[in-house]
């Protein structure tokens, strides 16, 4: 008996002449892809590539209409030749039919490859229908990424990142969610075991006759799209400023803006998603004296923006996050103060990918008893520290790039806490890693090399475990522990010669 092919669970939309011209570049990214996202969910995800001159969009079609429940993936490589393929058009046209279906918004995954005038220019855009959709998706940025080997950090951590958005997208997908025909399909299966289809059937019809005569009332149900406020410098959106965007929108709320240059300080006081129409360069928030943003709220996420802060000041940052848990993504940070991001007491915010420098002090500061998990940033040219961790703080660091950072990478001290795994930590005038007063962090597969007189450097009281950690290539010493300092201290299998 023959074994049924596995359907495949994503379709790249390319045009061909672009991989010839890459030498096979964009096959290499389908095979790298596949097998991260199988490393980040631990199955398989084969993806399918049109390598002939068959018309595959009828292929995928009949493939993905065996199983209408099925979560199907479109990645389309966008390029100038996209625009101009009517294959490549047809293709997202189809998928756009069916992501109405199944009544979803999330398995469209473009990749912007090479830049497109079309996807670029306001003008231009509102005249193409396929350009619209595109610049409305979060697409992936690689417009720079193709020009590096594979085997670069920026190169995974893209990878690492878009595997992680199919993982969400197929968890989110795959869960039944209460409230939907699936989630009460199942729940009476499971509380009164209905061996009849036919009543199994009754039930979900019944349920989505709820939803239909109450809708009208009480507005759409199971709504995935948060309502959007956009906002243009040039009076072509909702808002010309960011400021009366956040005052005018409600609770969970999404704000777009659109590139251009912000003068102004933003108070972020209920949950919000605000994010950046471009790169973050595009946009520029920019303000003097005070905070660029300050976030006390529960929950939000800003990204794609550049947040400036001018003109110093005591105890200012460019971004102060109060509570919470911010989402901080793919923004460029700088100020001219003491911190870039100050995190709060009590806060537990995520900084991913973000682009930090300067500052007087730190460019990162976790207050007393701050939390918050910072992976894949950027953080340099600060004149004190990178990370500062203090009193009782306990914070995440993972697979940062701290460098170049005046006295040293990352401080703890007076009891602070901390993770840090997998970390570049380099250039500093001191020590990659000091640990004063009390400060007891934990190291774990990091990279401390190239410091001027330590990789690790402990006095006062400091402590911690250090494990796995690569501590070649200082100026002075791997390890330097002052008196009085051994006895707190946990080492194995480093590397310090």
């Known amino acids: 008996m ?25 096959t290499q990214f389908r095979e790298r892809l596949s097998g991260e996202v199988r490393i980040q969910t631990g199955e398989d995800f084969p993806i399918f590539q049109d390598r002939t001159h068959i018309k595959w969009g009828q292929n995928w079609r009949e493939r993905i209409d065996e ?41 469209i995954l473009p990749v912007y490859y090479v830049g497109c005038p079309v996807l670029d220019d306001d003008e231009e855009r509102q005249k193409d229908g396929l350009a619209r959709v595109i610049a409305e998706r979060q697409w992936n940025d690689w417009r720079e990424l193709r020009f590096e080997p594979f085997t670069s950090p920026e190169i995974r951590k893209a990878l690492a990142s878009m595997a992680v958005q199919i993982r969400e997208a197929l968890e989110y997908r795959l869960t039944p969610k209460r409230g939907t025909v699936k989630w009460v399909s199942a729940s009476l299966h499971a509380e009164s075991h209905l061996e009849a ?79 950046g129409e ?42 102060i996050i109060e509570q919470g848990r911010m989402q901080l993504e793919d923004c460029d940070i700088s100020s001219e103060g003491e911190f870039c991001v100050s995190i709060g007491s009590g806060a537990d ?21 701050g939390r918050g998990t910072l992976e894949d940033n950027e953080i340099f040219g600060s004149i004190q520290a990178g990370v500062a961790i203090s009193a009782g703080s306990d914070p995440t660091l993972r697979r940062n790039r701290i460098h170049d950072c005046g006295t040293l990478g990352v401080l703890v ?32 597969r990091n990279r401390i090399g190239n410091n001027d007189l330590a990789g690790i450097w402990v ?39």
């Not at 966008?78 to 199944?102: D, H, M, N, Y």
């Not at 595009?282 to 996420?301: C, N, Q």
């Not at 900084?351 to 460019?363: D, E, H, T």
């Not at 522990?481 to 201290?489: D, H, K, M, Q, R």
């Open 197 to 275: 289809r036919g009543e199994a059937v009754r039930a979900e019809t019944a349920y989505a006759e709820l939803v239909k005569s109450t809708e009208a009332a009480r507005g759409p149900v199971g709504k995935t799209e948060p309502p959007t406020w956009v906002v243009d410098p040039m009076h072509r959106g909702d808002h010309a400023t960011i400021t009366e965007a956040i005052t005018a929108a409600s609770a969970g709320d999404r704000i777009l803006i659109r590139p251009g240059f912000y003068q102004e300080a933003l108070v972020i006081d209920k949950p919000l998603e605000i994010i």
């Open 278 to 319: 471009g790169a973050p360069g595009e946009i520029e928030v920019e303000a003097t004296e005070g905070s660029v943003l300050v976030f006390r709220t529960s929950m939000g996420r800003v990204a794609n923006l550049t947040l400036r802060q001018m003109g110093g000041g005591d105890e200012s940052a460019a971004v």
């Open 459 to 497: 006095l006062d009281g400091g402590g911690g475990t250090f494990e796995d950690n690569d501590l070649r290539g200082n100026a002075g010493a791997a390890l330097d522990i002052f008196p009085g300092s051994e006895a707190n201290v946990k080492r194995s299998g480093n590397l310090e010669v």
């Open 2 to 26: 023959a074994v049924k092919e596995r359907k495949p669970l994503a379709f790249m939309s390319y045009v061909h002449l672009d991989d010839q011209h890459e030498a096979g570049r964009l």
């Open 67 to 107: 199983s209408l429940d099925e979560v199907t993936f479109l990645i389309p490589i966008i390029t100038p030749g996209f625009f101009k393929s009517p294959e490549c058009r047809k293709e997202v046209e189809q998928f756009l039919e069916r992501e109405r279906e199944l009544k979803s918004n999330d398995l």
């Open 413 to 444: 001290v007076a009891g602070g806490r901390g993770t840090l795994e997998e970390n570049d930590i380099s250039g500093s005038v001191f020590a990659g890693v000091g640990i004063f007063n009390g400060g007891k962090p934990t190291l774990r």
């Open 349 to 369: 915010p995520r900084l991913r990918r973000n682009r930090i420098r300067g500052a007087k002090v730190a460019g990162v500061f976790v207050r007393t008893d």
